[in-house]
């Protein structure tokens, strides 16, 4: 007991550089209460930490989430040192690339490796001429005791489809002015559809539903049959995630890293012209592209980011190479 009390007043073995919110919240701060709750059950000293100490074996940096002054304890720090990043952050606000700049700036002066997200970062990034230290490519992953498919209600074709998009985001590319086209071309006879979250963007027949905690969000995910995200840019999409996780087949805007979550799950579209007739695809062929949903788990994930935290540990597997192939899914699909 005095070792473990000596331990907690000495620092974490593993700091977190995050401002952590309790949800509903963006999608990288939920994926990161989920990874810092399941590498704690791994037996990781792992804290939200203003600075490291001599036991902190290492640093995971969340891109520009954090008090900028907290860096300063890592200079001369012998501790692991790793960058999470998203975006490019410029690319998905419709901004400059000022942003992904200092985030850049901020990587070269400290990090030791970087994680990204996807394929789609990565590339996004290098095509800025914003090239990281040791880049590997690791996706989120949502927490399974709250997004599953136990309890989903039933796909039945022989009532309305029930739509579902949820952003936390009011951002104009969270595609709110889609989800507005769909409203007034949709066939109401054989549909419903639900938003939960905030829009820029009043609907007249969508109901709509203010942003929801973790549990009674991943509910309603469970209560409806498709997911529909014309979010552009997004690196990696926790809401996406969270809606494959529950059982629901997307209908997902061909652009960021949206391609690389639905793969066969569903179908992806690339504007108003199209987007109907990908929906009427996904009603034919439910079972199958809801058989065919794959996500990385938790644990796999927690794995990857571990053996990069801490890479002298034995037992630790590789995380994906950036320069690899696509890692290994387990399937998350389900009625």
């Not at 989430?65 to 300063?72: E, Q, V, Y």
């Not at 039933?154 to 409203?183: F, Q």
Request: aromatic share 8%; with cysteine.
């Amino acid at each position: 007991m005095i070792e473990w009390i000596r331990n907690r007043l000495a620092g974490p073995e593993v700091a977190v550089f995050h401002r952590f919110h309790a949800p509903p919240y963006g999608g990288g701060n939920q994926f990161l209460l989920a990874l810092v709750a399941r590498l704690r059950r791994r037996g990781i000293d792992i804290r939200e930490a203003s600075r490291v100490t001599r036991r902190t074996r290492a640093c995971l940096f969340n891109s520009i989430n954090f008090d900028p002054g907290w860096l300063k304890s890592l200079d001369g720090s012998a501790c692991h040192k790793v960058h999470r990043i998203d975006g490019p952050i410029g690319t998905y606000r419709g901004t400059d690339n000022e942003v992904d700049r200092r985030i850049w700036k901020m990587n070269q002066d400290f990090a030791d490796v970087t994680i990204l997200q996807s394929r789609y970062s990565l590339e996004a990034h290098a095509a800025l001429e914003l090239d990281f230290r040791s880049p590997v490519v690791i996706p989120n992953a949502v927490d399974p005791a709250l997004f599953h498919t136990l309890g989903r209600t039933p796909w039945d074709p022989a009532r309305k489809t029930r739509l579902v998009s949820t952003s936390w985001s009011d951002n104009p590319a969270k595609g709110a002015s889609t989800y507005k086209w769909i409203e007034d071309h949709l066939d109401w006879t054989r549909f419903e559809y639900t938003f939960i979250g905030r829009s820029p963007v009043k609907f007249d027949r969508i109901r709509t539903l203010e942003p929801l905690p973790s549990r009674p969000l991943a509910e309603e995910l469970r209560a409806h049959d498709v997911y529909v995200t014309a979010s552009r840019n997004d690196a990696c999409s926790n809401a996406l995630l969270e809606a494959l996780a529950c059982g629901l087949p997307a209908l997902a805007v061909r652009s960021g890293g949206n391609p690389e979550l639905v793969k066969d799950g569903g179908a992806l579209f690339d504007g108003t012209d199209d987007v109907l007739d990908k929906l009427g695809e996904i009603v034919t062929d439910y079972g199958r592209k809801q058989s065919l949903i794959q996500l990385a788990s938790l644990d796999d994930v927690a794995d990857r980011y571990l053996s990069v935290l801490l890479p002298a540990l034995p037992a630790d597997r590789d995380a994906t190479p950036a320069v690899a192939s696509a890692p290994d899914r387990s399937r998350s699909g389900g009625a």
